[in-house]
C-alpha cells in the first residue's frame, strides 16, 4: 500500500516536471497533467489558502487550483481605498425578487478573480464574538464541538492564519487605536493584520458620540470579545500599505512550487463521481468536469484526482457545483433533470447574510474633511496620491474603516425579552418555504434556539454600525434564511438566489429596533455638534408602522457575506459536511469556503473564512 502510493506520487511528480515550466499559471487544458492528488475548485479566499498548506506539507503531492477569474495585477486592487468593487472582477448575478423586500431584485457582488473575494472587499479584518463561534456547536452537536468547531476550538487557526503588527506609537498616541495583541494574536501566517497610518479626524467625534450613548469601549474584540465599541485591523500590509489578499498571501509567494498548478479563466462545472472504495459512502470524488469562460469553447474537460476534491467556490457557487453533480435535494435536482446520486437536503439551503441599512444625513456643521471633499477636490486628491506613492501614508491608506460599535439587543431596545418571548412562539416552518426537507427545517429550529440565546447575551451583539463609513447598519443576526439553487431551465447559466430576508417577520421587528438606534446616536450632544439633518428616511418617518413600510422599500439583502449553504452539521438537521468538512454520502470530497459556517458571526466574514481553510487544511493533512 504505502509503497504503491509512493511509486505513483514518484511517477506523478516526474510527469509534473517535465511538463510545467517553473511558473505555473495555466490558461490552457493543454497545460495540464491527466490528473493531480488534489484539485480545488475556486482560487479565492479559502481555496489559495489550503492550496498553499497542502503544497506545502506535501512536496511530492501535485494540487490544481481551478479559478474562474484571472490573475489580474492592478494598482486599484493593492490600493486600500479604492474599495468600489470593479464589476470585471466580480460577478454581478440578479437575485430573486425578494418577497420581504417589496420584490425587489439585487446585485449578489462575488470576487471573480485570483484571490476571489478577498481581493475585493473593504479589508475590514474583524472576528465575531466568542459566543457566535460556541453556537456553531450548538447548532451542530457535542460532536462538532468536541471537534474543535468552537471558538476555543477556532482561536488557534485564527491565531495561526494571520501576522499582525501592531501600530505605531505615533498612530496611537493620535487615533486611539488600542488592541491587545497577546490576547487575539502571536502566530505567523501569511495574510497581514495591521492598523493603517490614517484615519478622519472625524472618527474621533463619532467614536465619542456612541460612548455618550452608553456603548461600552473593548480594548480588543478580537480576542472573543467582539461587542461593544472597538478598533479592528486592515487585512493590509503594513510596510507597502497595500491589500493583503488570498493571491499576495498565499499564492505569489509560493506560484513556483513545481506541485502547484493554478488553471485560470476556468471553471468547475461539476464533480466526477465514481464507485467508492470504502463501505461508508456509495461515491467517490474522482475529478472534475472543467469549462473554459471566454465561451470560445463549450465543450468540457475532465481531470481526475488521486486523493481529494475541495470545493472552495464560495457560498454562492459552491451549491451549485454539488447540486449539477448530482449531490442536492431531490427536488431541486428533479426539476433540472438531474439525476440524484447523493440525497443531500441542505445543499443551498440556509443562506444567510447581514442585511443592510443605509440612512443618509447632511451634516450641516462638519467642518472637518473627509473622504467627499478629497473625491470632489483635485488638489487635495494630488496630495493624497503623493502622499501615499512616496510615503505610504495618507488617506489612500485607509480602506473600509478600522472601527464599529457593535451592540447587543438589550443595549438597543428594552423589549427584547418580549422579542424573545415571540422567537419562542415561532413555528419554525412558518417561515421556510413549502418544499424544505424535514432535515433542513429541524436544523432551523436549533438555529432559533441558538439565537434565542445570542439575543438574549450581553456578549454577542445583533446590529454593527460601522464607524466612518457613512450611516450604515449592518443586522448581524437574521433570523430569516435563503436559497441559492441551479436554475432548474439552466444548469450550467447562473444560480437562483433567494435571499429571503424579512420572510421571518420578527427580524422586520428587530431591524426596527436596529435603526431607531441610530437616530438616538445622532441625537447625542457629540453627534450634534456636525448639524445631522436625518434625509433618508426623514422627518416623514415616525411610527413603529412608518418604519415597517419603510424597510422593506429601503434595506438591501446583503453586507456581502453570504454563509450556509453547505453548511457543517449532522444529515438529521440539514447538514452539508461533517465535522472533518466531508460531504456527507461522498468519499474524498470536502467544503472548505463560506458555505461551511451554520450560522453567521457577527462580524465581517474574511478572517473567519481564512480560519476555517487553516482548519481545513489541517484535517485534509492529518487524513494523509
Ligand atoms: C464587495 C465585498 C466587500 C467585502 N468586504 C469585506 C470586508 O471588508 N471584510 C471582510 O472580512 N469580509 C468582507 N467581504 C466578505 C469576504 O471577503 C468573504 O466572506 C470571503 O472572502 C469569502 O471567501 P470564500 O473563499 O468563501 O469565497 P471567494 O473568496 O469568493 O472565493 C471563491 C472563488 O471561486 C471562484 N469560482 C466561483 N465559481 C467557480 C467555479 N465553478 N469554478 C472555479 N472557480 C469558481 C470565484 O471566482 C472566486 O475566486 C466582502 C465581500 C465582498 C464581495
Ligand atoms: C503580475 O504579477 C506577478 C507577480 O507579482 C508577476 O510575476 C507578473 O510578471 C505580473 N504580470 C504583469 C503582466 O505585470
Ligand atoms: C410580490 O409578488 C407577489 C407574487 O407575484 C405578489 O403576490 C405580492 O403582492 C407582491 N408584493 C408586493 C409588495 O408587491
Ligand atoms: C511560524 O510558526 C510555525 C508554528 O509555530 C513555525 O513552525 C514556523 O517556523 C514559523 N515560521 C516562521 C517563518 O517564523
Ligand atoms: C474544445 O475543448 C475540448 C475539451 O478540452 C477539446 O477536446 C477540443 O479540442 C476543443 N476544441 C477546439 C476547437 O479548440
Ligand atoms: C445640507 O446643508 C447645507 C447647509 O445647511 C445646505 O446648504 C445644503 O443645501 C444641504 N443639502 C441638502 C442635500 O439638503
Ligand atoms: C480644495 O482643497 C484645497 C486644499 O485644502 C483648497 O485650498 C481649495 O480651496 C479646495 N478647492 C475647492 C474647490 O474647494
Ligand atoms: C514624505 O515624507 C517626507 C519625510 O517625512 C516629507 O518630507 C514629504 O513631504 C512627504 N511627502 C508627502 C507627499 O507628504
Ligand atoms: C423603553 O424605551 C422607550 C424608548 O426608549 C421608553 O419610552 C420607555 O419608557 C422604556 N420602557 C421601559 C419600561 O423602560
Ligand atoms: C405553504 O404552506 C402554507 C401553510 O401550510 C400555505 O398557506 C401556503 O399557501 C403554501 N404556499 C405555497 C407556495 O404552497
Ligand atoms: C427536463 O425534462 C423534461 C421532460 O423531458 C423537459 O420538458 C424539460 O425541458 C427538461 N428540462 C431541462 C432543464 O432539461
Ligand atoms: C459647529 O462646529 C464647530 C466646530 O466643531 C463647533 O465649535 C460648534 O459648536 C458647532 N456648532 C453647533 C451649533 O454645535
Redesign the pocket.
Known sequence: MISSSLTQHLLHFALLSTRTSAFQIKRHASGLATSYDYIIAGGGTSGLTVADRLTSAFPTRSVLVVEYGQLVNSSVILTPAATVPDPRYAFQIRSQPEPGLNNRSFTVTVGKIVGGCSAINAQMFDRGSAADYDAWGDVAGEEYKREGWSWEGLLPYFKKSVTFTPPAKEAVDRFGYTFDAEAAYGGNGSIQASYPPFQWQSEKLLRTAWKELGVKEQQEGAGGDAYGVFWFPSSQDPKTQTRSYGRTGHYDPVADRSNYHLLVGHKVTEVILGASDSDNSAFQARGVKIVSVDGKNASSFDVFSKQEVILAAGTIHTPGILQRSGIGPADVLKAANITTKVELPGVGQNLQDHALGNLFYNMTNNTLPGPIDMYMNRTLME?AQ??Y???H??PLTLSGGNSGAFLPLSTITNTSSAIISALTAQSPSSYLPNSTHPTVLEGYSRQLDALKDLLSSNAAAVFEYPIGSGALISFLKPLSRGTVNIDPTDPLAGPLVNYRTFTNPLDLTLYQHGVKMFRRYYTTPTAQTLGPVELIPGAAVQTDEDWMKWLPKSISPSFYHPVGTAALGPKSRGGVVGPDLRVYGVGRLRVVDASVMPLIPGTHTSSTVYAVAEKAADLIIGAA
Do not use: A, L, V
Request: glycine share 12%; aromatic share 0%.
Open positions: 496630495e503623493r502622499q506613492s512616496q510615503n501614508t495618507g
